[in-house]
């Protein structure tokens, strides 16, 4: 079974940092580009970051930009987030995604349950 | 950035009913576009991609059509399972989301 399970989220204070990671099973993991999608409460769906299958291009929305880093770990099934410097703005429920066709900007057909990081004092 | 904007905000429809939601791209995404339905507290699901193709499990109630800036969801008859929250993405230019459709029963 395609599986895809996210953890490492939590309260974090303003300007603190998390790295998320998003653990793959059920498919050829380094095959496929990864994205990292958000959610604040109450509100749309948010496209963060994506990364390909190799891990030799990452992509990342303006609104993290400098902020956070995608990357992956084709040996360990496992793609990650690291998040700085973070804002209230930025509290969300967090998925990685898998895509379907292989490429980055592409439809994510398998999603994770999601990991909530919370920016607060 | 490609801005979608999808309509109404909120549908409220009865079972057995046909749902017909909207989708317009700021600009041409030719037919790189694909629904998503939410449920609450669930992860979004894909229904469609490229416009017209049903994702693997997807009932044949559910169609997709469309190209350029216009495209319409089309549920065909309304499963009381199918009240939830649509969501249109673009992949033309990176991604972007539409802000969502909720359906609800009336």
């Known amino acids: 079974e395609v599986q895809l399970l996210e953890s490492g989220g939590g309260l974090v204070q303003p300007g603190g940092s998390v790295r998320l990671s998003c653990a793959a099973s059920?498919?050829?993991?380094?095959?496929?580009?990864m994205n990292w999608v958000r959610q604040a409460p109450g509100k749309g769906l948010e496209w963060v970051s994506g990364?390909?299958?190799?891990?030799?291009?990452?992509y990342c929305a303006d609104s993290v930009k400098g902020r956070f880093t995608i990357s992956r770990d084709n040996s360990k099934n496992t793609l990650y987030l690291q998040m700085n410097s973070l804002r209230a703005e930025d509290t969300a429920v967090y998925y990685c995604a898998k895509m379907v066709f292989g490429v980055v900007f592409g439809y994510m057909d398998v999603w994770g349950k999601g990991t909530t990081v919370t920016v607060s004092s | 950035e490609i801005v979608l904007t999808q309509s109404p905000a909120t549908l409220s429809l009865s079972p057995g009913e046909r749902a017909t939601l909207s989708c317009r791209a700021s600009?041409?995404?030719?037919?790189?576009l694909a629904w998503y339905q939410q449920k609450p507290g669930q992860a979004p699901r894909l229904l469609i991609y490229?416009?017209?193709n049903r994702a693997t499990g997807i009932p044949a109630r559910f169609s997709g059509s469309g190209s350029g800036t216009d495209f319409t969801l089309t549920i065909s008859s309304l499963e009381p399972e199918d009240f939830a929250v649509y969501y249109c993405?673009?992949?033309?230019?990176?991604?972007?989301f539409g802000q969502g459709t909720r359906l609800e029963i009336k």
């Open positions: 990364i390909s299958g190799s891990g030799g291009s990452t």
């Open positions: 600009q041409s995404v030719n037919s790189y």
């Open positions: 993405q673009q992949r033309s230019n990176w991604i972007t």
């Open positions: 059920g498919f050829t993991f380094s095959s496929y580009g």
């Open positions: 490229d416009a017209s």
